[in-house]
């Protein structure tokens, strides 16, 4: 069983940054795809940010050039940088990876940014 463990989260101002945090049971190396979804309320889960295992990342258009997705395989984490956030970006955020085909999710982390 994989247990995904985000942190990371909270209250920040416009144009503020956060990093989020993914810590994987396990040994991270072997999941194929990791990645970021949100879920604002009112609207459907979407795709962030991914990175798969061979290293290259895709990112959504909403948030190329402000946010970046990074593995740490010596500490089984996936990290989310976010610069520039703004309350379009007020979700909960979801890690996710991709094991053998199966799909496991952490239990999320809010995101609100509001002056």
């Known amino acids: 069983q994989v247990h995904l463990v985000e942190s990371g989260g909270g209250l920040v101002q416009p144009g503020g940054s956060l990093r989020l945090s993914c810590a994987a049971s396990?040994?991270?190396?072997?999941?194929?795809?990791m990645g970021w979804y949100r879920q604002a309320p009112g609207k459907q889960r979407e795709s962030v940010a991914g990175v798969i295992s061979g290293g290259p990342t895709t990112y959504a258009d909403s948030v190329k050039g402000r946010f970046t997705i990074t593995r740490d395989n010596a500490k089984n984490t996936v990290y989310l940088q976010m610069h520039s956030l703004n309350p379009e970006d007020t979700a909960v955020y979801y890690c996710?990876?991709?094991?053998?085909?199966?799909?496991?999710w952490g239990q999320g982390t809010q995101v609100t940014v509001s002056s």
């Open positions: 996710m990876a991709v094991l053998r085909g199966t799909i496991f």
């Open positions: 396990g040994s991270i190396f072997e999941f194929n795809v």
